[in-house]
Nanobody
Framework: QVSLVESGGGLVQAGGSLRLSCAAS????????MGWFRQAPGKEREFVAD????????NYAASVKGRVTISRDNAKNTVYLQMNSLQPEDTAVYYC??????????????WGQGTQVTVSS
């Protein structure tokens, strides 16, 4: 069982930056690939980025590539999402997930409760 708690969301102006964090409980954090997803109002949840267990491989959605960096610290049981050049269309609830990735596919086994990111124009 893995418990995930996101933090770092908030209100930011267009062009600004935010760093989201996701703290995981348990001693098996390094056994999971980690991912970030987001869900905007009225839309389905969508993939943002994921990172392999070792942190050596990352994948990004085309909509955020070049603006977002996912990283992890296995010693701290934490995964991060650094978001730069934020735009109003990035407004969403951002969710952290622990799971498995195979190539470009990520399957979530556990979800966090989400953190709100709002980008004003």
């Amino acid at each position: 069982q893995v418990s995930l708690v996101e933090s770092g969301g908030g209100l930011v102006q267009a062009g600004g930056s935010l760093r989201l964090s996701c703290a995981a409980s348990g001693r098996t954090f390094s056994s999971y690939a980690m991912g970030w997803f987001r869900q905007a109002p009225g839309k389905e949840r969508e993939f943002v980025a994921d990172i392999s267990m070792s942190g050596l491989r990352t994948n990004y959605a085309a909509s955020v590539k070049g603006r977002v960096t996912i990283s992890r610290d296995n010693a701290k049981n934490t995964v991060y999402l650094q978001m730069n050049s934020l735009q109003p269309e990035d407004t969403a609830v951002y969710y952290c997930a622990a799971g498995r990735n195979y190539g470009l596919s990520f399957t979530a086994d556990y979800w966090g409760q989400g953190t709100q990111v709002t980008v004003s124009s």
